[in-house]
């Protein structure tokens, strides 16, 4: 692909062929051909330096002051996913550049990371490798996702430019929420990474539903649900003697900054309620919950709150049925509160937090808190 110096260069050229015609001055001639040959060897050029490849790697975080990485015990750390970080602290990102035809360059890497425009590029790519380092700092709960990456080679002139690689766009890594604990006073007993769930099944008590998995025994077949999705959907029960707690999120919070908080607030719920010994379930109408394998799973709840308020479900399933239930709102939403009433007719105890000054009309204990973090 040329760039506007290759025409730069070529007018140059027919101007002093032009001038060495009409002047009968015969260095304009050998001048006019250096200009050309110089145009010929950097297509040449361009031609021959190929062979490189682009990829965009995590290479390691940096704690952010107050970061519940600190707090965490070992055994939940070990369990820690790759590519999970707290918000608040920085991600350090290597954009690579290799050859497999040795030596080679200029190359220049563009895209976009974390929704900033990033450029690195390199005189030399040597055969082993190059190497540049960028940083996230302060990030923000959410997936950190690259788009719109190219890799481009071109000569030494800068005369020529060509597009080797489109790096597919990715998520690199996931910023989770901040949380700590709120119980009063502490808990006592913590959660291992190693605790296993009790499977769904062994009560009577209906959970929810699901997709039918290899194992699951065919009498929990719901064949009214699975002949309207096209999939075979199987219920699930609740496990006896198991105190578990529903977390039900506002499904629509008016700014970024409400989803943050409500995140971090049902996340230290979570935390307490795993700590306890109990199971969490995460819950916003018209969204997936989270499963029932991931209850007792600190994660995997902090997964599903990185990515809230998570785009609608294909169906919208019903609240969890749980033993107690606690919402995080940012203003009054009816079906929140009408699950939250549900559980309290089953004899749960419920209450909520809410981000802000609203007044849900709700019969329960109710929590204010702003937007700062810690409360």
């Not at 997936?143 to 998520?171: A, H, M």
Request: with cysteine; net charge neutral.
């Amino acid at each position: 692909m040329p760039r506007a110096r290759f025409y730069g260069a070529v007018v140059l050229a027919l101007v002093l062929f032009y001038y060495a015609g009409t002047s009968e001055v015969a260095w304009l001639y050998l001048l006019a051909y250096w200009v050309a040959g110089l145009i010929v060897a950097s297509f040449l050029y361009k031609l021959w330096n190929r062979g490189l490849s682009g990829e965009i790697v995590v290479r390691g975080y940096k704690l952010g002051p107050g970061s519940p990485t600190e707090e965490l015990p070992q055994a939940v750390l070990n369990a820690r996913p790759a590519g999970r970080t707290f918000e608040g602290d920085t991600i350090s990102i290597d954009l690579k550049l290799s050859s497999e035809r040795g030596t080679r360059g200029p190359a220049r890497m563009t895209g976009s990371l974390a929704g900033h425009q990033i450029t690195a590029a390199a005189g030399v790519v040597p055969k082993k490798g190059w190497t540049a380092q960028t940083f996230i700092e302060q990030a923000r709960r959410g997936p950190v996702v690259s788009t719109n990456w190219t890799l481009d080679t071109g000569d030494l002139l800068g005369l020529f430019r060509s597009r080797v690689q489109k790096l597919t766009d990715k998520e690199v890594a996931l910023v989770l929420p901040r949380f700590t604990s709120l119980a009063s006073p502490p808990r006592v007993r913590e959660l291992e990474a190693s605790t296993a769930a009790v499977r769904a099944g062994t009560g009577t008590e209906l959970f929810g539903a699901r997709e039918y998995r290899p194992g699951d025994p065919l009498r929990r077949i719901h064949w009214r649900s699975s002949a309207r999705h096209g999939e075979l959907i199987v219920r699930e029960y609740e496990p006896p003697g198991i105190q578990s707690l529903g977390i039900f999120c506002d499904p629509a919070p008016p700014t970024p900054e409400h989803a943050d908080q409500i995140a971090r607030l049902a996340a230290s719920e979570a935390w307490d309620c795993l700590r306890s010994g109990g199971r969490a379930i995460l819950w916003s109408p018209g969204a997936e919950p989270s499963t029932f394998d991931e209850s007792r799973s600190i994660w995997a709840l902090l997964e599903w709150l990185a990515r809230y308020p998570a785009p609608p479900a294909e169906w919208d399933l019903p609240p969890p049925r749980v033993s107690d239930a606690v919402a995080v709102l940012a203003r009054e939403q009816p079906k929140v509160i009408d699950a939250l009433e549900a559980v309290k007719h089953r004899g749960g105890d419920i209450r909520a937090w809410v981000v802000g000054d609203a007044q849900p009309d709700l019969d329960a204990p109710v929590q204010h808190a702003g937007l700062g973090w810690p409360l």
